[in-house]
């Protein structure tokens, strides 16, 4: 009989992290959720409450604190870490904060929670990954590459810190197995586009928004036998934004 294989996702409550927990889910996959929220009961994947844990990933001791409890969950292994979990602050009246104006307490918080958080939950489960010779996708953005409309400066910067992350991580994790990668959305529909997007959609090639159930099939795939040898990659999932 094989093993059922695990996943620890952040930020799994809407968009780009719900489409993950139904894709998995749906491949048998066990679930473990993070999140700031406790567990909602109206949630519609399998697993519920015991396998979510509650932690707030722009506080660093309560991540660091959070990871011997999710080692708790563990039966030693860990297939997969999908670091999805992402906060971009705005002004007062919803306007981007750019590098001028971005207060320097969300500067640390939205680093804490883009960036910190996922070293400190590849770090602290390594063992549990190298034992499954799992797999770990950060998930940056197409902000982190170029100057985005709407995208705040705090936000881009630390998906491209992000970015650089992954390649670390890939070359530190690989001698225990471990393969790490980034994807990297662009307009994905969620509920966190900003007015204005359809300006954006009509100048992509393919001329739509992403859905999420199709960045969480390139999640998927980076987690399974499919990706073997791929490794410190970051593949746009953006319909040829970034060309």
């Known amino acids: 009989m094989m093993r059922q294989k695990t996943l620890l996702l952040t930020g799994a409550s809407r968009g780009i992290g719900h489409a993950t927990v139904r894709r998995f889910n749906a491949e048998g996959w066990r679930v473990i959720t993070c999140s700031r929220q406790p567990f909602p009961a109206e949630c519609p994947w399998g697993g519920g409450q015991e396998n979510h844990v509650q932690l707030d990933l722009s506080d660093p001791s309560d991540t660091i604190n959070a990871v011997g409890q999710i080692q708790e969950l563990l039966d030693g292994r860990l ?9 971009s602050p705005k002004g007062p009246e919803g306007e981007r904060l750019n590098t001028l104006n971005t207060d320097l307490m969300d500067w640390g918080k939205v680093f804490h929670v883009n960036f910190f958080a996922s070293v400190v ?8 990954l190298a034992a499954a010779k799992g797999s770990v996708v950060n998930v940056t953005s197409i902000a982190g590459s170029r100057v985005h409309p709407f995208a705040g400066a705090a936000y881009a910067t630390s998906k491209a810190a992000l970015a650089a992350l992954t390649r670390e991580m890939a070359h530190d994790f690989g001698p225990m197995g471990v393969r790490v990668n980034a994807i990297a959305p662009g307009e994905v529909e969620t509920a966190i586009l900003s007015p204005g997007t359809d300006k954006i959609v009509e100048k992509l090639p393919m001329q739509r928004l992403g859905q999420p159930e199709e960045v969480a099939s390139a999640i998927y795939f980076l987690c399974s036998e499919g990706s073997s040898y791929i490794s410190g990659a970051e593949i ?8």
């Open 236 to 243: 746009e999932v953006n319909g040829a934004q970034h060309v």
């Open 121 to 128: 939950l590849a770090r602290g489960l390594k063992d549990e």
């Open 79 to 87: 297939d997969a870490l999908v670091n999805n979990a992402g906060i």
